[in-house]
């Protein structure tokens, strides 16, 4: 297999995959995510077929693919969008048009269906292709015709996806990988949901050519989402308490670039504090509670009913002043191949560490379920420059609750506010959904007052 150079790497299309890149699969329309990366021996079980990964080399993010039969085995055929107008039927699709049929008539015995699994076989051997199957089958259905054309839609769909099952050649960035991980393992990620990623984000002013302090303890969701937005300017400094850094393997997820992965660093928290202020004897102390509370914690974690999701903001009043957004989530439910990238993540010099204590980081975003939420903005408040914003993430109200309290009774910000971000998917017409965002919690705290 060839090697690119970084040169190379750093020139390539992002629009379009490359050898050794990493992609999201998208099989069925959602019914599984796969993170692959791309070689000319990679391979992908679908079903029970193994499909090479090769064809998807060279091909544009969003582009469809589809299992074929051919001599040589199962491969990948890209499907490539047709335009026909007035047709009955566009690229396999069937118009839905508006019928008085109904299905109340129709008896489901697993008898309409004259083609035997035998005689599905035999087309194989013949070469057939998935969608000449699918047909085979909709032309010996004795109650097709009867069905109303919406379950005429579902019933295609349905053996489309079991005989020619097609894959989406998805883009990884933040929104897809967090989204990805939410599906399946949300518990990698803290229970994250995409738009509290974003609110973070947001709240935290993570803009160009800032440069963000992150304490990220879910798998590193939050690092690359924050190296994402600054698009290689500023510096992001994933910081951590002991000799240990924190994993950030899904950094190498995003594809990202050499240059954005020199501005990804990691320091200790050590380093970041200053020695004339005591500040480190106090991080020892500090590890040692968290670790204490880490097991507390874990219990919390293990539980089968995570509650709702809270989020908060304000303004800090210490010598450091910042605003303030601390949000948690609910649970809900990507198979994940592990992907080797570039690597990012390497310590910060020393050159850097001074810099941002004398100047201060513009932003603080922590995301850190097994740490107390209070102790460690404590400590991390004091590297923060002045007026710089801040945000903390939790998957539970009640630290959060208590982090804000204590921080109002030592005046340390203001403006605090906790915030509960939800959402809701409605069902309409022909099984689209439409999801909403609400963040009702500043109409309930001006209702209390």
């Avoid at 201060?360 to 991390?380: M, Q, R, Y």
Wanted: net charge negative; charged share 20%.
């Amino acid at each position: 297999m060839s090697q690119k150079n970084p040169e190379e790497v750093s020139n390539q299309n992002p629009r379009i995959t490359w050898e050794g890149c990493s992609v999201l699969l998208d099989i069925n329309d959602g019914d599984r995510l796969v993170f692959a990366r791309l070689t000319a021996a990679s391979s992908l079980k679908i079903g029970n077929k193994n499909c090479n990964l090769q064809p998807l080399i060279g091909c544009p993010f969003g582009s469809l693919f589809q299992v074929d039969n051919g001599k040589e085995g199962p491969f990948l055929s890209r499907v490539l969008p047709t335009t026909q107008g007035n047709s009955d039927q566009v690229e396999g699709d069937y118009l839905i048009i508006s019928e008085s049929k109904d299905n109340r008539a129709i008896v489901d015995n697993n008898t309409a269906q004259s083609l035997t699994g035998e005689d599905i076989d035999a087309l194989r051997r013949q070469g057939a292709t998935g969608d000449e199957i699918v047909q085979a089958l909709i032309a010996n259905s004795a109650t097709f015709e009867n069905k109303t054309s919406f379950s005429q839609e579902k019933y295609r769909l349905k053996k489309q996806k079991k005989y020619a099952p097609r894959v989406l050649l998805r883009r990884p960035f933040a929104r897809s990988i967090c989204e990805a991980y939410f599906k399946k393992y949300p518990a990698r990620i803290g229970f994250l949901r995409v738009d509290s990623l974003s609110l973070l984000l947001s709240m935290a002013n993570v803009t160009a050519h800032s440069d963000v302090l992150v304490v990220d303890m879910v798998g590193g969701i939050l690092t690359g989402a924050v190296a994402e937005r600054l698009g290689g300017t500023g510096y992001v400094c994933n910081s951590y308490l002991g000799v240990t850094p924190y994993p950030m393997n899904i950094v190498r997820i995003f594809n990202f670039n050499n240059e954005i992965c020199k501005r990804i660093l990691q320091s200790p928290l050590c380093d970041l504090c200053s020695a004339e202020d005591g500040t480190i004897a106090q991080t020892e102390q500090l590890e040692v509670a968290l670790s204490n509370q880490k097991q507390s914690n874990d219990e919390i974690m293990s539980s089968d009913s995570p509650p709702n999701s809270i989020s908060m903001e304000g303004n800090c009043l210490s010598s450091e002043n910042g605003s303030m957004d601390i949000i948690t989530e609910t649970a809900a439910s990507p198979f994940i191949k592990p992907c080797k990238a570039a690597k990012a993540g390497e310590k910060a010099p020393q050159e850097a560490t001074k810099l941002w204590r004398e100047n201060g980081f513009s932003s603080l975003i922590i995301a850190a379920p097994d740490l107390d939420a209070w102790s460690t903005v404590k400590e991390l408040l004091p590297l923060l420059a002045f007026s710089a914003p801040f945000a903390i993430y939790h998957q539970y109200l009640q630290p959060l609750a208590t982090c804000m309290h204590n921080l109002q009774l030592e005046k340390m910000a203001v403006g605090l506010q906790i915030s509960e971000p939800w959402i809701r998917e409605y069902q309409v017409f022909f099984d689209l959904k439409f999801v909403f965002l609400f963040n009702l919690s500043l109409f309930f705290c001006n209702e209390t007052r």
